[in-house]
């Protein structure tokens, strides 16, 4: 052990420190098609994250399990918060200005 780690503190193994986490519930997010009006769940993997410059740019998709529609919805700051957080893959828009 280092002189500069507190007196006191073990250092640990990865393997050790993430052992706890073998049985992590898969994050699962609610949404409803507005074309057939179904309500289901969807995993994080069914779900894309877009982040553009403004909000009209912001928004997630996802295609309906029911019917098979495209569904895009738009975004704001607490949405992307929970995609993000809940493992939903993201895209970063980026202005060609």
Known sequence: MSESVAAGVQEMSV???FAGMRN???VVFR???PDCRARFE???SALRLAIGASSRTTFYSFTC???GA???KPAGERIVELLTGGGVRTLRLHSTV
Do not use: S
């Open 15 to 17: 393997a050790t420190a």
């Open 24 to 26: 992590v519930v898969p």
């Open 31 to 33: 949404a409803g098609c």
């Open 42 to 44: 969807l995993g994080a």
């Open 65 to 67: 399990p029911e019917c």
């Open 70 to 72: 495209v569904v895009r």
